[in-house]
């Protein structure tokens, strides 16, 4: 197994940022009318001004409401993002993350009919679905994530259906987000694969 850099990037840097700033004012935010989180929630599909505030589209990802929510999620960014970012530029990266973004966010409203959720998750599932179909469809393995890795990833997502989810957590979990999110990391990587001038 090829050892992993974890330091953080320009990229990396920016997002922990921006969601520690978002989760310390994330409190104040029910008093301001324009409070920094409140602007990043997914847009009401029935509110015109929200839907032209276009990155409410994927805001939601900067959104935590505990501290430990965003850490857990931050570890396993920092993990599957510097797998993928040995293998793919940040240029090919970008448009992955905000596919995955706005499938993961929009079936989350859809199906809850609530813009109240955020989170890196959705994305890390999409991230690790993108992995999987890449390993799975190319003729050797390109990033390598352990087998337990995936293992463990489903088992999760299967946990967040049941109660045990609000036991572990203490807070609702965002399975629609979560679902889709794979789903759609896995379809953009069987995709860019079938496309893929150099296939490996």
């Known amino acids: 197994m090829k050892h992993i850099d974890y330091k953080l990037s320009g990229v990396n840097i920016f997002a922990v940022v921006l969601s520690f700033c978002a989760l310390l004012v994330f409190p104040f935010s029910s008093e301001l009318l324009f409070s920094f989180p409140d602007m990043m929630r997914f847009p009401q599909l029935d509110d015109h001004w929200q839907l032209l505030q276009f990155w409410r589209m994927v805001s939601p990802i900067f959104l935590h409401f505990t501290f430990s929510h965003l850490i857990l999620n931050l570890i396993l960014w920092l993990y599957v993002f510097n797998v993928l970012s040995h293998q793919k530029s940040l240029i090919e990266l970008i448009p992955l993350v905000l596919v995955v973004s706005f499938i993961s966010n929009f079936s989350q409203y859809i199906v809850y009919n609530t813009s109240n959720f955020g989170g890196f998750s959705g994305v890390i599932y999409g991230?690790?679905?993108?992995?999987?179909?890449?390993?799975?469809?190319?003729?050797?393995?390109?990033?390598?994530?352990?087998?337990?890795?995936?293992?463990?990833?489903?088992?999760?997502?299967?946990?967040?259906?049941?109660?045990?989810?609000s036991f572990f957590l203490g807070e609702n979990v965002s399975n629609a987000s979560h679902m889709t999110g794979l789903v759609s990391g896995f379809l953009f990587g069987i995709f860019s694969y079938v496309f893929a001038e150099d296939k490996c």
């Open 127 to 165: 991230l690790f679905g993108f992995c999987a179909a890449i390993d799975l469809t190319s003729r050797r393995l390109i990033y390598n994530i352990p087998w337990f890795a995936y293992v463990l990833t489903l088992i999760w997502l299967l946990i967040g259906f049941t109660p045990f989810s």
